[in-house]
């Protein structure tokens, strides 16, 4: 449906014609009859008159579907992306310990995008649930292991708070900064240098 939908909106040239066909059609319909004997078009005006009348009611009606599938794509649209939020919400408030150490990698390295594998049960249920993102638009899936750039959603940055995440508030003791060591996910932290107190 959403292919249909995108492919009648992007049709500019056909929308252009269509419109110049309502136009034109209606200007030929309602155009007074002693203004259509002045410019010596009432004959063509008469026998024209009935496929003017077609062309004008296809036309007006592809108008209308045209703003019907757009009212449909604008209300499917923002359910969609209300049920993405509370999906992702949902998600937060239920998070494991692995998918928090993944996001807390995040604030560690002190990176908006880091190298991430599909194939790690807590990296693919964030990006599910729209907690994770992509980072960019279009990006090649590397290895057998997926690796692919991913970043944290703008939306869910305000609900991952540092004690949402485990991360503890100011300096950080010797004994947290081991926990924290211990609880990172190996793929998470390639090529970065540990934690510092």
Avoid at 63 to 83: D, G, P, R, S, V
Avoid at 92 to 109: G, N, P, S
Avoid at 135 to 155: C, D, H, P, Y
Avoid at 184 to 189: D, G, K, L, T
């Amino acid at each position: 449906m959403k292919h249909i939908i995108t492919q009648f909106s992007m049709n500019v040239q056909f929308s252009l014609l269509m419109a110049w066909v309502l136009l034109s059609g209606i200007f030929m319909l309602l155009l007074p009859n002693g203004l259509a004997e002045a410019l010596n078009i009432h004959l063509l005006q008469a026998q024209l008159s009935p496929y003017l009348t077609v062309a004008s009611i296809i036309s007006c009606a592809y108008f209308i579907a045209k703003a019907l599938l757009y009212t449909h794509y604008k209300l499917t649209h923002k359910t969609e992306q209300q049920e993405q939020h509370k999906r992702m919400t949902e998600m937060i408030k239920r998070l494991d310990f692995e998918e928090k150490a993944v996001l807390r990698e995040y604030i560690i390295q002190r990176k908006n995008v880091l190298s991430l594998p599909l194939n790690e049960p807590a990296v693919a249920n964030l990006l599910d649930a729209g907690v994770l993102v992509p980072a960019l638009a279009t990006q090649e899936i590397n290895g057998e292991r997926r690796i692919v750039k991913l970043s944290i959603n703008l939306a869910a940055r305000p609900l991952l708070t540092h004690k949402l995440l485990g991360l503890p508030q100011g300096k950080m003791t010797e004994e947290e900064v081991e926990l924290l060591k211990s609880a990172r996910p190996e793929y998470a932290r390639q090529n970065f240098v540990g934690l510092r107190g």
